[in-house]
């Protein structure tokens, strides 16, 4: 077999091919993660869009709920977490 570049070592031509892979994986890589990153903001702003929604239809029924559930881990002024 022939190579285009005869005047190349093969353990220099071996070596070139191993930088091409390793480029080849890393920037396949790169992409991955941003990818994933991509994916991973969407679905926490997914999630976090579906709790609201939850939280919105749970206090519609009840307008005093978004104040009680605000205030009941509080104590009021002089009362101790027991007393509440």
Known sequence: ????????????????????????????????????AA?????KAAIIAKQKAYQRQRYASDPVASTRARTSARPTCGATAKDN
């Open 1 to 36: 077999m022939t190579s285009s570049t005869p005047d190349v070592h093969p353990d220099e031509r071996a070596e070139q091919r191993r930088a091409a892979a390793r480029a080849y994986y890393a920037a396949h890589k790169a992409a991955a993660n941003a990818r994933s």
């Open 39 to 43: 994916n991973y903001r969407k679905n």
